[in-house]
């Protein structure tokens, strides 16, 4: 079975700009959940859907949007890049959220 | 709300010494618990999970963590370690129905030869 996968793997953008991350769940995996993690903050929670919708968001500017389509993947979005946005960001799956999350490689994303 | 604590930024240790990561939660709610590991520019690979059951849980690479409910705590550890443990651990907590976890500060596990 395909794990967890998140395109692209890395991304430099300029800061102003927006950017899109995409991640793939595991077959079968309908809640998927993203997390930034960095040097200074550690793993923070982004966001969670299930089903399509988000049910649940961390304390995140409005910048940062996601959503989920029918398929399970799931797309971030942040807008108006700042250098503080320079991070890892790791998608995770999990069958229902009450079970395990298992997570992607993540996508490095610096912002210059 | 829920909060990990990992007791110790840095672990070095001689190869094939016993190790032991700490980590303390808290929660108001019902958990589930796991330990994961990251290695240099890569993802979290999960460990070992608590979700019920045996308070004793092993993994298949000789780690192993003990559940205490009452000191709120779900330590790893590893009796011999091997330079390929080196890196990142994270002890996470899972608010069951929420897709969410909670992520401790991580441990810098250093095997030494």
């Known amino acids: 079975k395909a794990g967890v996968t998140q395109t692209p793997r890395y991304l430099i953008k300029t800061r102003g700009q927006q950017v899109t991350l995409s991640c793939s769940p595991i077959s079968g995996h309908r809640s998927v959940s993203w997390y930034q993690q960095t040097p200074g903050q550690g793993l923070q929670f982004l966001f969670e859907y299930f089903s399509e919708t988000q049910r649940n968001k961390g304390n995140f500017p409005g910048r940062f949007s996601g959503r989920q389509f029918s398929n399970s993947r799931s797309e971030m979005n942040v807008s108006t890049l700042e250098l503080g946005d320079s991070a890892l960001y790791l998608c995770?799956?999990?069958?229902?959220?009450?079970?395990?999350?298992?997570f992607g490689p993540g996508t490095r994303l610096t912002v210059l | 709300a829920q909060s990990v604590t990992q007791l110790d930024s840095q672990v070095p240790v001689f190869e094939e010494a016993p190790v032991e990561l700490r980590c303390n939660y808290s929660s108001s709610v019902s958990v589930y618990l796991f330990w994961y590991v990251q290695y240099p520019n890569q993802g979290l690979q999960l460990l070992l999970k608590?979700?019920?059951?045996?308070?004793l849980v092993e993994s298949i690479n000789g780690f192993e963590a003990e559940f205490n409910k009452s000191q709120t705590s779900f330590h790893l550890r590893k009796p011999s370690v091997h330079i390929s443990d080196t890196a990142e651990y994270f002890c996470?907590?899972?608010?069951?129905?929420?897709?969410?976890?909670?992520f401790g500060d991580g441990t810098t596990l250093t095997v030494k030869p």
């Open positions: 996470a907590v899972l608010r069951t129905n929420a897709g969410k976890s909670t």
């Open positions: 608590y979700l019920s059951g045996s308070t």
């Open positions: 995770a799956s999990s069958r229902t959220p009450s079970n395990e999350q298992f």
